[in-house]
């Protein structure tokens, strides 16, 4: 299981990256954590004449809040997602989906900006990117750009990202005051990507009624969808066991799932409508409990 | 090829190896230590399970070249003074190995596990060797083994 040969780069700077990936173009790919690419490298699906290894790169590797958001470096860890204190505090979902990922050796090593950058269908960023509204900064010759969560992901393993194009940061707007967030993902075993997954951001005011929703989603079709027509059923009313009901049947029957080994599309659809309804459930209990 | 010097075990070592040799191929056939496991070579088994920068990855997963100046542990580094680790201790007591196959990525996870010094819960436990699969033991004695180490971890 050996990859095609490749030269190894090891840039210390952003703008050496940039540099790199200009000058070597289609030949050569960037390399995080590995725990995407090692693998297609070693099936031969991916055989970059150029590996630029980004994970060195000084001042990639943070979590901060600035500007009523949460900054996160695009080489920072699932498990410091998952461990950070801030995070776990303000937007407990992103941590809950990133101690999600995987096992602990993957999360030690994959990084957000990788994870993103991969795009698998049922990745675990996804959801909470879209559910959240994140920003996308990224880096290329000729400048910086945001790219909204909702025009990232383009297909499945496909993003807006161009090919001489670095993912700096990810920005994740801070959810509302006293809103509650909950990531629920079913997997077939332990440390396997999601069979379908949910992630949601509620918040009620006394009467029950839903104040603010925002609702991401994987396992629905070939890439993470934000589900408009179900965040637009919720807002405004009370949240009960016959709305959230209503919520799942609205999305199994929107969702197109892409049969594989794990499940059936009709499964899947189901799995879609459970998850979703969990996460409702559940942020509702945590948002009802912070009144 | 490249010169590849990295600390392992506490020593310095080095050796050549194409930018596309695996660390797990590197310590075994280029250091010779060949304590660390290959399994499925895809990063699903985890018996390659080496320490690196102080945590534990896939050496299947990793270039060796990634990890030129940087310190690894493999399993031949926990016994010290021809006395076994506490963990390995707690693997023979409470019976966690059959076959040996999965051991050594097993013990280098629970080794990072047990290095933040926190005393971890049975979920804890389970959710740190998650990565790693064994054929044989059903798991209990592997986590009645890092709940026993646990307690006299150094
Ligand atoms: C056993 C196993 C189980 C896994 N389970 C899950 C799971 O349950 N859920 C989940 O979400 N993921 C899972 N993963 C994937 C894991 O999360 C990866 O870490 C992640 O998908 C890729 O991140 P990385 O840092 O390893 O990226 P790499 O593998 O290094 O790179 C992945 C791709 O992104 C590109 N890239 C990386 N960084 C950037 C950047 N900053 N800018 C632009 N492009 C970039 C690379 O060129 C490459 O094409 C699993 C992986 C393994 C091996
Ligand atoms: S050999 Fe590395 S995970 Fe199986
Ligand atoms: S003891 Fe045989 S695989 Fe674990």
Not at chain 1, 48 to 73: F, M, Q, S, T, W
Not at chain 1, 218 to 233: C, D, I, R, T
Not at chain 1, 246 to 258: C, T, W
Request: net charge neutral; hydrophobic share 40%; aromatic share 6%.
């Amino acid at each position: 299981m050996y990859p095609a040969a490749f030269e190894y780069l090891r840039p210390r700077s952003i703008r050496e990256a940039v540099e790199l990936l200009l000058r070597h173009g289609e030949d050569a790919k960037l390399l995080a954590g590995g725990q995407s690419l090692v693998p297609m490298m070693k099936l031969r699906v991916a055989r970059p004449k150029y590996l630029i290894d980004i994970h060195r790169i000084a001042g990639l590797n943070y979590v901060r809040e600035e500007h009523g958001a949460i900054c996160i470096g695009a080489t920072t860890r699932h498990v410091q997602i998952e461990q950070s204190p801030l995070i776990r505090d303000k937007m407990s979902m992103l941590a809950q989906a990133a101690g999600e990922i995987g096992d602990a050796q993957v999360r030690n090593r994959g990084t957000i900006g990788g994870g993103l950058a991969e795009a698998d269908p049922v990745g675990d960023y996804g959801p909470v990117a879209l559910a959240l509204d994140a920003r996308m900064k990224c880096v290329r010759p000729s400048g910086v750009r945001e790219i909204p969560a909702s025009d990232f992901f383009t297909f499945a393993y496909t993003t807006a990202l161009e090919p001489d194009e670095i993912l700096m940061e990810i920005i994740f707007p801070l959810p509302p005051r006293g809103s509650a967030g909950v990531y629920h993902k079913l997997e077939k075993v332990a440390g396997d990507f999601a069979i379908a997954a949910a992630a949601v951001q509620l918040a009620v005011g006394r009467d029950g009624v839903c104040t603010s929703i925002a609702i991401g989603v994987s396992g629905g079709g070939p890439m993470p969808q934000k589900p408009a027509a179900v965040e637009n059923l919720l807002r405004g009313k009370k949240i009960d066991r016959e709305l959230t009901e209503e919520a799942g049947r609205l999305i199994q029957d929107d969702a197109e799932p892409i049969e594989d080994l794990r499940g059936s599309a009709a499964y899947k659809r189901k799995a879609l409508s459970a998850v979703l309804r969990r996460a409702l459930t559940e942020s509702l209990r945590l948002t009802t409990n912070n009144l | 090829m490249a010169n590849i010097s990295l600390t392992v075990n506490g020593e310095t070592r080095s050796g050549e190896a194409e930018s596309r040799t695996l660390l797990v191929h590197f310590l075994r056939d280029t250091l010779r230590l060949t304590g660390t496991h290959v399994g499925c070579v895809v990063g699903r088994c985890g018996a390659c399970t080496v320490m690196w920068n102080g945590a534990p990855v896939k050496s299947c997963m990793v270039f060796a070249v990634q990890t030129d100046g940087d310190e690894v542990v493999t399993v031949e580094g926990l016994a010290r003074d021809k006395r076994l680790h506490p963990l390995q201790e707690a693997f023979w007591k409470k019976d966690a190995v059959e076959c040996g196959y999965c051991t050594p990525g097993m013990l280098m996870s629970a080794y990072g596990l047990l290095s933040n010094g926190k005393t971890p819960t049975e979920a804890e436990i389970k959710k740190a060797i998650s990565g790693n699969l064994c054929r044989c033991t059903g798991y209990g004695n592997i986590v009645a083994a890092i709940r026993e180490a646990a307690g006299n971890f150094k």
